[in-house]
């Protein structure tokens, strides 16, 4: 039933409730611990996984096609901005141990602040660029393109093209 | 009913759906709107929604226009060429021209993007595709958005638009409801950016139980881009080119990557290439403006996918399947082993849960590959959705009324999947399509169109009604039956979710009948639709979960309708691969080399369907001198 919940682990706190994109991970009112209520509206995208802070959600192939037997985990650690995530397959003999970055930069500190910014000029509002153009595009002092600048027309219909 | 009714006044720009359309709104409206209300209504959580929620292990649309690899003009023409000729040209260029300067920002925020350590440039999957460390793509840019947004509604699923009650087809906001609390909420606002999701799930997938949440698009992709904005009035446009995806069995993983960056191919179960003997007769049925087999060879001129998938589904047809994608050769080498698993692992876990599970190690087997069910959505290499306006300085008079991305009702934008005849957006196109909407609906309510706007008590109580009636209907006939699902009464969600996914598949095109619909077929199904719509109104939801589930089923049967009356119209198999009008086999460019725009009046549920004109950029520049 991809995601499911170790008994021993869950605490019943709620992230993986909070997270869920499906809203398919919700709290058992008799054991108060979480539990996948539509196993078939489960995409697998550990999302829950990730969020998990006693790591008591794991995933079982969906029962259709995947045999028993088999182990994807993960770690996801915000501080470090690394995931780390274990394979093991079914029958032992691939054990694989893969990293990789999640981000470059503490988080949220370099995305701006756009009431702070300089208001745009009547000129810029009544132009086609958005904010931080033309220069976020090109990062030389080119201008946007337009048909007239790349020597381009509309013209309708099949003839011509 | 005992649910509050929380209401949100005096909103600027409400954001329904905050994948990476809604983000990319939400944040530049602040830029254009410094003292503007901004309100995200989200069914899910922002940090984890929308198609991007486990993560991307590409971007796959970057023009690389800052290291002189690419013009936006070259990317209207791959994707031209991809859609068989059915494009809006304006709004890809367009989109083209700025999706650039999204990516570059991404960057900065700590997107981990992989450089080639030779050229310094970001490292190229394709000619389109660059290659990140993408798990938490989604929460860096729904940081973005609750920076510049005023409030960010969680777990709000929206179910319908506010129209005004001063002026005809102008909204007013949006209604739905909290999936936790259960509450009502309105907001009221003079323009609204639809940037909810496609759809998944409204044919019949190839898996059976558990294994329906393995779709390609996410599951909770319940097409509400189309049934909030059919729902309201809004033209539609190409809702006929539904998508058909060539992918790992079961699992869906992705392919791209595999083909474009470790050099794998597939074969058939004798092990031989068997793509191009399909071309000639396929050159035949197309024409050779579509598919020029020795033009394609001599110049590298991409094959468009559809036709891609016309050979799989002839060869397996033909009796020798299964497909399989040769990964043996690439896997020998570590490094390119690595980077298929962390593939996988960075956008579609599932098939990596999958390969350890039957113990397929690509290194030493060749995985099969099959055909997906078909999908309705506008940014892969399809192009479902609202009929837009493009930009002043680019669209012709027929695709320009005033707002960039603003639909037919005024006020309405839209971003991403919503936005019809703008195919190869993924994820940077889309979050750019949303820069694009918040700008010009800053203007839009600048310039004063947004006066006047009057929603009545009544309209807010009707739909508070309309809400809550599964709830309702649930409680007047549970108690007529001892226990169980069975009631003569009522459905619930999954049993109507169950009949429209095996209407669909019967009648319009799906993977059990090979993708083969035409005009009779077609005309059944819409009959059967209209009944189901009957049945909609009794459907039961026994807690708020299921009433998100029925409103979702709602919103994927009003999309479903749509591509079956588009499907229709178009007389012509225009996408073989993606489905076929048994009635109408070829392309047939003398009639229809145009775009299909429909429109459902609110009022009487009835489509009026209309030819569009198709516009080119002008020349078709040989692709060897652009390869």
Known sequence: ?161 | MTYKTVVEDNIDILVCGAGLGGTGAAFEARYWGKDKKIVIAEKANIDRSGAVAQGLYAINCYMGTRFGENNPEDHVRYARIDLMGMVREDLLFDMARHVDSAVHQFEEWGLPLMRNPKTGAYQREGRWQIMIHGESYKPIVAEAAKKSADKVFNRVCVTHLLMDESKENRVAGAVGFNVRTGDYHVFKSKTVVVAAGGASNIFKPRSVGEGAGRVWYAPWSSGSAYGLMIGAGAKMTQMENRIVLARFKDGYGPVGAYFLHLKTYTQNGLGEEYESKWFPALEEMVGKRYLDVEASHRTHRPIPTCLRNHAFINEVNAGRGPIHMVTMEAFQDPHLEEIGWHNFLGMTVGQAVLWAATDVDPKYENPELTTSEPYVMGSHATGCGAWCSGPEDISPPEYYWGYNRMTTVEGLFGAGDAVGGTPHAFSSGSFTEGRLAAKAACKYIDDGKAAGIRVSDDQIKRRKEEIYKPMEHYKIYRNEITGGSVNPNYINPRQGLDRLQKLMDEYCGGVTVNYMTNEKLLNIGLKKLKLLEEDLEKVAAENIHELLRAWELKHRHLTSESVMHHTLFRKETRWPGYYYRGDAMRVDDENWHVLTVSRRDPKTGEYTMEKAPCYHLIDDKPAAAAA
């Open chain 1, 1 to 161: 039933m991809p995601t499911f919940v170790y008994m021993t682990r869950c605490d019943g706190c709620g992230q993986c409730v909070d997270i869920c994109p499906s809203d398919i991970m919700h709290i058992d009112p008799k054991v108060r611990r979480a539990y996948n209520i539509e196993p078939n509206m489960c995409w697998e995208c550990y999302s829950c996984v990730k969020a998990c802070p006693h790591n008591a959600i794991d995933v079982r192939g969906y029962a259709d096609f995947a045999p028993l037997g088999h182990s994807v985990r993960v770690r996801r650690d915000e501080e470090k901005g690394v995931i780390a995530w274990r394979i093991i397959f079914r029958n032992g003999e691939k054990d694989m141990n893969l990293l990789a970055p999640i981000t470059t930069k503490p988080w949220g500190k370099y995305i701006p602040q756009l009431a702070d910014q300089p208001a745009p000029s009547q000129e810029m509002r009544g132009s086609q660029l958005l904010f931080n153009e033309p220069k976020y595009i090109r990062f030389d002092d080119g201008d946007l393109n337009t048909l007239e600048s790349n020597g381009l027309k509309m013209q309708a219909g099949v003839e011509s093209y």
